[in-house]
């Protein structure tokens, strides 16, 4: 890009949103996928060329445009917490739209039900905001404090109390979004409709492939604090504690949480109470007459499987572990500063899913696999799962692997990380699993996209072609780029 360019930038946003400070332009890079290699300074991928921080739809198309007509890559960023390269960059010429001044709450609607937000509201802000009324946005990823309602729409977020309040694509009830050539489209806010295919879906989960999101309306829920309820147990082992998972939900009902931690994975959550066994939880939440009768079906669930669960665990302790479970920025940079120092990746994580009858044999496949095939097994310090979102019809298994790098820092994906990872991807594939549950393809999961979809990745490559045809919009995320592949990927 050159001065011109910036200079053409400066016409269209004041000088104060555009940034070319060369550490912000490192850090814009990459993101979390790659902290170990940004930490030690060995990112391969080139820098963007400039941060620009639009403060209206009009201006967020404006750049669009100007980019599309003059063939500049634009990655889409709101609060910096991808964990699949969907914020790394592949090109020369890049230009990061960071939507985080676009942070009004637009309206907060009590009678309908529904917030309406600038896409750059962080998640929290907006919940603090509700809670202060008695609502809630249902809506709790872990990076709830820094997440932004955009990247969260445009991922496919979800929350630790979906089983009860659903996901963010269950949330969204319509959004602003800007198409590459500058088009603004405004999905109108209504309860239902039959009007055709759900173009909602276009934009919730693109992430920043197809469009631009800067506005979103989500639905709002009453808050029963004074009814939550938490159930903890130790059981055998992964299968029976799934089978618990199966019967409450098959049984029609939905606890805000439902998870089941496997015996490793269990040990790094919950060291107070930990006796090597698997753990399972549940959080009951909403009106009263519900929260007790899915107490009612938690406890009917355990008495039938009995003869695998070795005690029940003090409900406190449950309820003092979630109040403590998300992170916030300084514990993000915390883990960044300890990696660097211990030379330890810990927290990597490939998430997929699968329905009743596959997710046991994809959980015990891949950890068999693993360890017969995985040449660094010994400098594993923690390979385990959980499952954490749990559906009528099946549930995701949250695989967690942590290790020790003794590697150079430029190896350390390609040692450690890609092989895991492939393993997992593949054994889920095989069992007609999904390989993205919630964190989205990104760029290192694309290798697998055609595979993920099948005979329907037609329909998903129609849309980059119709409403991204000349590739603006990401390049290299979700829609697979051998060369770049092979060049930051494979080599
Ligand atoms: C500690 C931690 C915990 C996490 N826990 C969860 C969890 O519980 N559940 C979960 O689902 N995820 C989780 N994640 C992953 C991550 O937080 C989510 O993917 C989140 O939705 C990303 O939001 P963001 O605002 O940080 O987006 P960013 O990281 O800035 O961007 C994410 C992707 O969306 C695109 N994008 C961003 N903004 C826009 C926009 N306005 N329009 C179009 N595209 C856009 C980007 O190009 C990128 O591809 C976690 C991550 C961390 C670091």
Redesign the pocket.
Known sequence: MTTDTLNDLKKILRPEQVTTDQEELYDASA??YKKYAKVKNVLDVPAPTAIVYPTSAEETAELLAYCNDNNINV?????????EG??ENWKDHTLVID?SKMDDIVKIDTYNMQATVQ?GVPLQILEDKLRELGYTTGHS???KP???M???V??R????FSTFYGAIEDMVVGLE?VFPDGHISRIKNVPRRSGGPDIRHIAIG???AL????EVTVKIFKFYPENHSFYGYLVDNVDDGLKVLREVMVNGYKPSVARLYSPQDARQHFSHFYKEQCVLIFMNEGPKGIVEATNAAVEEAVEKFQSSIVEQVDSSLIETWFNNLN?DQSR?EKEFRDMAENNTHDGFTTEVSGDWESISRIYHNVMARIEKEFDRYDDLTMLGGHSSHSYLNGTNMYFVYNYEINCAPEDELLTYHHPIHEIIIEETLKAGGSMCH???I?KYRSEWTKDEHGSAYYMLEGLKQVFDPKGTM?HG?IFPQEAEIKKYIRD
């Open positions: 993101d979390r990655i889409p960023r709101s609060g910096k917490t991808a964990t969907g914020l939507g896409a990823p872990q990076s820094v997440a932004q955009g990247g969260l445009s991922t977020s979800i929350g630790q979004c693109n992430e920043g469009c631009y999101i800067t992170w993000i919630h964190h989205g990104g990401n995320t």
